[in-house]
């Protein structure tokens, strides 16, 4: 069974760090996995994905120099190392995967979804 898990959520005060972790079972190889956000009333945005094939990696402008997406391969799971949060990176963080290109920010492709884990920074 194809599945995604995503663990690693909280409450945290601005300034401080998380990860987040998403642990897949039945496919990691080859896949694109990438972390989505949703904050209440918004879009949803896509933070920063990972080509499990190539090690390529992306981050929106909003988290490029703070957030460290990574993947222990022996693991199958893939880390999303959040430092300097704010409050505005408060949201439920969902993790996804999908083959094919990174088409990064898009979620176009990702056909695989964990439940989400919410991420909340006070001021």
């Known amino acids: 069974e194809v599945q995604l898990v995503e663990s690693g959520g909280g409450l945290v005060q601005a300034g401080g760090s998380l990860r987040l972790s998403c642990a897949a079972s039945?496919?990691?190889?080859?896949?694109?996995i990438g972390w989505f956000r949703q904050a209440p009333g918004k879009e949803r945005e896509g933070v920063s994905c990972?080509?499990?094939?190539?090690?390529?990696?992306y981050y929106s402008e909003s988290v490029n120099g703070r957030f460290t997406i990574s993947s222990d391969n022996a693991k199958n799971t893939v880390y999303l190392q959040m430092n300097s949060l704010k409050p505005e990176d408060t949201a439920v963080y969902y993790c996804?995967?999908?083959?094919?290109?990174?088409?990064?920010?898009?979620?176009?492709?990702?056909?695989?979804w964990g439940k989400g884990t919410l991420v909340t920074v006070s001021s």
């Open positions: 996804a995967a999908g083959l094919g290109p990174m088409l990064c920010p898009s979620y176009y492709g990702m056909t695989n």
């Open positions: 990972f080509s499990t094939r190539d090690g390529t990696t």
């Open positions: 039945g496919f990691y190889n080859n896949y694109v």
